[in-house]
């Protein structure tokens, strides 16, 4: 049974960084792509991030690039999300996920989710 524990979230000012982590366990990581959704409040989930099996690749959302970063360790059964120059309309619970597909990602592919993780970015 695969479970996915995710942590980090949190209030910040806007400009500010968050490093949220989340950890794997229950079966082989290596088998799984991982990626990182968040769901605003009244708006659908999206899609933030994901990482390839290995690591050696990685894809974002368009509106996201250049400001959050994933990365996995495949050693550690861990994936992170470094998120950095904090915005209002980032604020949303975040979740980490384990499926099938890291290049454009539908919520289909992955069959896996924490409990998700609340980031608030407000003065």
């Known amino acids: 049974q695969v479970h996915l524990v995710e942590s980090g979230g949190g209030l910040v000012q806007p400009g500010e960084s968050l490093r949220l982590s989340c950890v794997f366990s229950g079966a082989t990581f290596s088998d799984y792509a991982m990626a990182w959704f968040r769901q605003a409040p009244g708006k659908e989930r999206e899609f933030v991030a994901a990482?390839?099996?290995?690591?050696?690749?990685?894809y974002y959302s368009d509106s996201l690039k250049g400001r959050f970063t994933i990365s996995r360790d495949n050693t550690k059964n861990t994936v992170a999300l470094q998120m950095n120059r904090l915005k209002p309309e980032d604020t949303a619970v975040y979740y980490c996920?384990?499926?099938?597909?890291?290049?454009?990602?539908?919520?289909?592919?992955?069959?896996?989710w924490g409990q998700g993780t609340q980031v608030t970015v407000s003065s």
């Open positions: 996920a384990a499926g099938s597909a890291w290049y454009a990602p539908k919520d289909y592919e992955y069959y896996h």
């Open positions: 990482s390839s099996f290995q690591a050696t690749m990685t």
